[in-house]
């Protein structure tokens, strides 16, 4: 069964941060992308994989996420493209010790409350409520920043 060494928020998936100091600040042996839209995208399936060819890396469905560490004995990096799906795994059960939410893009119906994380009322209140479900939800751009807490972020997501 794969060990969850990581789980991570950034709607970019695989990118230079995530190669060049997220991999070697926890080290993992396989990355799994959990996003629907992506399963059904081979061209960037691809692109991501180049991104990281040293490592394995699993393309599949949030609901899949617990079949496929079941297939491996390893430390897994699992990114998610956006709150709402790590929050769905939430719901159907995944255990998740603790989230880091990296970047989330802005639109027109979240507030910037980090450089790189914008988040909309629902998704913080998404992130509240697996906070008081005991996980340690963090949101942490690069491993040099140290973690900021849902909390600290609170009052710029209410005003």
């Not at 079949?67 to 995944?94: C, H, M, N, P």
């Amino acid at each position: 069964m794969g060990k969850l060494k990581m789980i991570r928020v950034d709607y970019r998936m695989v990118h230079g941060q995530i190669v060049a100091k997220w991999i070697k600040f926890r080290p993992v042996n396989r990355l799994i992308l959990a996003d629907e839209a992506l399963v059904n995208d081979p061209f960037m399936g691809d692109i991501y994989r180049m991104a990281v060819p040293s490592y394995d890396v699993d393309i599949i469905k949030v609901e899949d996420i617990q079949q496929t560490l079941d297939e491996k004995d390893d430390e897994v990096l699992l990114i998610f493209k956006d709150v709402t799906s790590v929050y769905q795994a939430f719901k159907s059960g995944l255990n998740i010790p603790e989230l880091n939410v990296g970047a989330v893009q802005s639109n027109k119906d979240r507030k910037s409350i980090l450089q790189g994380v914008s988040l909309s009322l629902d998704e913080y209140e998404k992130l509240e409520e697996m906070k008081n479900a005991g996980i340690n939800v963090f949101f942490q751009p690069i491993p040099e920043n140290d973690p900021v807490s849902l909390k600290t972020i609170e009052k710029k997501i209410k005003q």
